[in-house]
C-alpha cells in the first residue's frame, strides 16, 4: 500500500505539470496568432487620414517655430529726422542734368520713395514749363534732396505746353493733375513754379485739412507776402480739395489771374487757406526776363468776376487736351500736350 500510494501521487503530479504545460502553450499560441492577425487587418481610410493629418500639424508646427516673421515697415515719424532746416542755395551755371542724376540714384522716372519707413503721404508735383530749361534744372537739383528728407513718397511732373500759343499754366496744372492720376492715385498735389526754389525744408509739402499756401515770401518782395489773400506760386490741395474746387479754370491764356480765380473757388467752398510760418515758407525766385508769349492777361478780371457764375462747369470737367508725348527721364515725368488755342 506505501508503495503503490507514493506512485500515485507521482502520477497525479506528472498529470498536472503536463496540462500546465498544455495551458502555457494554447496561451502562446492565441497571442501569436492575434499578433499575426492584427498586423494583417487593413487600416480604415480615416485612421490613415488621421494619422496624416498628425503629421501634417506635427510638421507645420515645426515650420512655424522655425519660421522668420518680417517686421513690419513703420510710418515716417511726423518730423522727418532729416531736416537741416534753412540752407545757403546755390545756382552754380556749369551745372548740368547728369551732375543731377548722380546726386539722385534712388530716384526713378521721377518717382522717389523711403525704403526704411512708409512715408505718410503720397505727393504728386505738378511743374507747368514751356523754354525754361535751365531754371527746371535748378529746381531740380535742390527740390529732389528737399522732398528727400522729408521722407515723402513723391514723383514730379513736368507739364510742357506744345506750340507757341499763349501760355496757359492753370490749364497745363489741370493736364498734369488729371495725367498723374493716371499713374497713382496721389493724396496730395503740389502746383509749383519753376522758377521758386524753396530755402526750408521744414516747410513741407504735404497737404493740411485745408488748402495749404506755401510761399509766404520771397526774396523778390522781401520776404513778404505778395498782397492779402495771395494763393499764387506754390500751393498745395488735397485730391479731395481740388476736386472739390472743379480744379483751376482753363480760360486764363497768359500771365496772372488764375491764381485768384483758385482762391474765390475754395472760398466759395468754405475752405481756409493755411500758411506756415513766415520765417519758414521762404522761397528764392530765380530772376528772368517776362517769356514771349506769357503776356500779362488783360481780361482777368473781368475773367474773376465771372467766377462765381462759371467755376462748376469751368474746370476739370471741361478740361480738353491731346497727349502728344510721355517720357519718363530718371528726374521727372516729362508730359507734352496741345491744350489747344484761346478762344476769339
Same mark, same amino acid.
Given at each position: 500500500?506505501?508503495?503503490?500510494?507514493?506512485?500515485?501521487?507521482?502520477?497525479?503530479?506528472?498529470?498536472?505539470?503536463?496540462?500546465?504545460?498544455?495551458?502555457?502553450?494554447?496561451?502562446?499560441?492565441?497571442?501569436?496568432?492575434?499578433?499575426?492577425?492584427?498586423?494583417?487587418?487593413?487600416?480604415?481610410?480615416?485612421?490613415?487620414?488621421?494619422?496624416?493629418?498628425?503629421?501634417?500639424?506635427?510638421?507645420?508646427?515645426?515650420?512655424?517655430?522655425?519660421? !522668420?516673421?518680417?517686421?513690419?515697415?513703420?510710418?515716417?515719424?511726423?518730423?522727418?529726422?532729416?531736416?537741416?532746416?534753412?540752407?545757403?542755395?546755390?545756382?552754380?551755371?556749369?551745372?548740368?542734368?547728369?551732375? @543731377?542724376?548722380?546726386?539722385?540714384?534712388?530716384?526713378?522716372?521721377?518717382?522717389?520713395?523711403?525704403?526704411?519707413?512708409?512715408?505718410?503721404?503720397?505727393?504728386?508735383?505738378? !511743374?507747368?514749363?514751356? $523754354?525754361?530749361?535751365?531754371?527746371?534744372?535748378?529746381?531740380?537739383?535742390?527740390?529732389?534732396?528737399?522732398?528727400?528728407?522729408?521722407?515723402?513718397?513723391?514723383? @514730379?511732373?513736368? !507739364?510742357?505746353?506744345?506750340?507757341?500759343?499763349?501760355?496757359?499754366?492753370?490749364?497745363?496744372?489741370?493736364?498734369?493733375?488729371?495725367?498723374?492720376?493716371?499713374?497713382?492715385?496721389?493724396?496730395?498735389?503740389?502746383?509749383?513754379?519753376?522758377?521758386?526754389?524753396?530755402?526750408?525744408?521744414?516747410?513741407?509739402? !504735404?497737404?493740411?485739412?485745408?488748402?495749404?499756401?506755401?510761399?509766404?515770401?520771397?526774396?523778390?518782395?522781401?520776404?513778404?507776402?505778395?498782397?492779402?489773400?495771395?494763393?499764387?506760386?506754390?500751393?498745395?490741395?488735397?485730391?479731395?480739395?481740388?476736386?472739390?474746387?472743379?480744379?483751376?479754370?482753363?480760360?486764363?491764356?497768359?500771365?496772372?489771374?488764375?491764381?485768384?480765380?483758385?482762391?474765390?473757388?475754395?472760398?466759395?467752398?468754405?475752405?481756409?487757406?493755411?500758411?506756415?510760418?513766415?520765417?519758414?515758407?521762404?522761397?528764392?525766385?530765380?530772376?528772368?526776363?517776362?517769356?514771349?508769349?506769357?503776356?500779362?492777361?488783360?481780361?482777368?478780371?473781368?475773367?474773376?468776376?465771372?467766377?462765381?457764375?462759371?467755376?462748376?462747369?469751368?474746370?476739370?470737367?471741361?478740361?480738353?487736351?491731346?497727349?502728344?508725348?510721355?517720357?519718363?527721364?530718371?528726374?521727372?515725368?516729362?508730359?507734352?500736350?496741345?491744350?489747344?488755342?484761346?478762344? $476769339?
Amino acid at each position: 500500500m506505501g508503495v503503490c500510494s507514493s506512485a500515485c501521487k507521482m502520477l497525479r503530479r506528472g498529470k498536472y505539470f503536463f496540462l500546465l504545460l498544455l495551458c502555457l502553450s494554447v496561451l502562446a499560441w492565441i497571442a501569436m496568432f492575434s499578433g499575426d492577425f492584427v498586423k494583417s487587418l487593413p487600416v480604415s481610410s480615416v485612421t490613415t487620414q488621421a494619422l496624416a493629418m498628425r503629421d501634417t500639424a506635427h510638421s507645420w508646427t515645426s515650420a512655424k517655430d522655425n519660421m !522668420i516673421t518680417p517686421t513690419p515697415i513703420q510710418a515716417c515719424p511726423q518730423k522727418s529726422p532729416l531736416l537741416q532746416g534753412a540752407l545757403k542755395l546755390n545756382f552754380e551755371p556749369t551745372l548740368t542734368l547728369k551732375d @543731377v542724376e548722380g546726386e539722385n540714384k534712388r530716384v526713378a522716372e521721377g518717382q522717389f520713395e523711403p525704403s526704411y519707413c512708409t512715408a505718410r503721404q503720397s505727393v504728386a508735383i505738378l !511743374i507747368p514749363h514751356r $523754354s525754361r530749361e535751365r531754371h527746371l534744372l535748378y529746381l531740380l537739383h535742390h527740390l529732389h534732396p528737399f522732398l528727400q528728407r522729408q521722407q515723402l513718397h513723391y514723383a @514730379v511732373y513736368v !507739364i510742357q505746353q506744345a506750340g507757341d500759343v499763349t501760355f496757359n499754366r492753370a490749364k497745363l496744372l489741370n493736364v498734369g493733375y488729371l495725367e498723374a492720376l493716371k499713374d497713382y492715385n496721389w493724396d496730395c498735389f503740389i502746383f509749383h513754379d519753376v522758377d521758386l526754389v524753396p530755402e526750408n525744408d521744414h516747410n513741407l509739402y !504735404i497737404c493740411d485739412t485745408q488748402p495749404k499756401h506755401l510761399v509766404v515770401g520771397r526774396n523778390s518782395t522781401g520776404y513778404k507776402l505778395r498782397y492779402k489773400g495771395y494763393f499764387g506760386g506754390v500751393t498745395a490741395m488735397s485730391r479731395e480739395q481740388f476736386h472739390q474746387v472743379n480744379g483751376f479754370s482753363n480760360a486764363y491764356w497768359g500771365w496772372g489771374g488764375e491764381d485768384d480765380d483758385l482762391c474765390k473757388r475754395v472760398e466759395l467752398q468754405k475752405m481756409k487757406i493755411v500758411r506756415p510760418p513766415a520765417g519758414i515758407a521762404r522761397y528764392t525766385m530765380v530772376f528772368h526776363k517776362r517769356d514771349s508769349g506769357n503776356e500779362i492777361n488783360k481780361d482777368s478780371m473781368k475773367l474773376l468776376g465771372r467766377t462765381p457764375v462759371v467755376w462748376k462747369k469751368d474746370g476739370l470737367n471741361s478740361c480738353s487736351y491731346k497727349t502728344l508725348s510721355v517720357e519718363r527721364p530718371p528726374l521727372y515725368v516729362n508730359l507734352t500736350v496741345d491744350i489747344g488755342k484761346p478762344q $476769339s
